[in-house]
């Protein structure tokens, strides 16, 4: 893509050298060193203006060579459309209208590769077509650690989620970098984040999309993904608490795989029973901890000397945080001892 674009900025600043500098002379013959200066002057500014303009225009990503060139054909014809439209208006001017004619359809034809490109990559954007503002939220961006989680990829296999998923080009940078990394545990949380891409790329439900937007301004990937997500009115997917919070401050809608969780774990009330394995220790005195399948932790009073064995507990209580559930029980047997004690 540099090279391309390399290329048509030169051809550009040849062209408008060429042109600049016939409509000074005239026949392009015997030009001073300012004039050709000039002509030169005026082929750099040409391209700056070309490349300045790219720059506003930072989520173009291109790859369809396709739509690429049926942007282009449909620039020039907006270009030469537009020449025809103001040709009226220069006259007896031959040099001015060539050097004008030049300017449309390079300025048409660079736009029309850009809309191309764009087009080609990441498809028609719904919002531009539709009054609802919030058509762009059937896209979701795919945070580095959700990926790594992997639990995103199961979500997906179960059709819960639609829409397409964008995986932006700097997110696939960090994974990298971590697989590459020196540190043994963040090299294996970098390839397992790769295998789950893989992964969700091979379902062919899903509409997964590569895209090359960045903000070099921006240094923290969170921070881009932010960025990314609200200039694009994109969706994101997360099971990082702070990266939740500061994209729901901004305004970004955010899916947080970790409320899901929570929401999906059977609802317990206090006085039911169940059947509990004590694990280990608690931090108060005499209490042992245990977990349910779903990694929820249960604490259960006086019950330490219970360690490694199983036993049956009544809730208490529970206590939902951000991080998660805790269930607080006692021992069956101790209640029921504490019941019949209250009653005589």
Known sequence: MKILRLIYLSVAVLGAFYLFSHFLKGNGQGLSAEESAWGLGAGIFLAALLYGLELTFQKISPKILLFSLIGLLVGFGAAQTIFNITEPFFPNETSLLLLWHWAMVMIGGYFGLIVGLKTGTEGFPLSFFSKNENAGLSCKILDTSVIIDGRIADLCETGFLEGTFIIPHFILNELQHIADSSDSMKRARGRRGLDVLNRIQKMSELDIRIVEDDFPA???????????????????????????????????????????????????????????????????????????????????????????????????????????????????????????????
Do not use: C
């Open 218 to 344: 921006i240094k923290e990937v969170d921070d881009k993904i932010v960025a990314l997500a609200k200039q694009m009115n994109y969706k994101v997917i997360t099971n990082d608490l702070n990266l939740n919070k500061v994209a729901e401050f901004q305004g970004v809608k955010v899916l947080n795989i970790n409320e899901l969780s929570n929401a999906l774990k059977p609802v317990v009330l206090p006085g039911e029973t169940m059947k509990v394995f004590i694990l280990k220790e608690g931090k108060e005195s005499g209490q042992g901890i245990a977990y349910l399948d779903d990694g929820t932790m249960i604490v259960v009073d006086d019950a330490r000397r219970w360690i490694g064995k199983n036993v049956e507990v009544i809730v208490t209580s529970v206590l939902q945080t951000t991080a998660g559930r805790m269930i607080f029980t006692r021992l069956k047997d101790e209640h029921e001892r504490e019941e019949l004690r209250v009653a005589r």
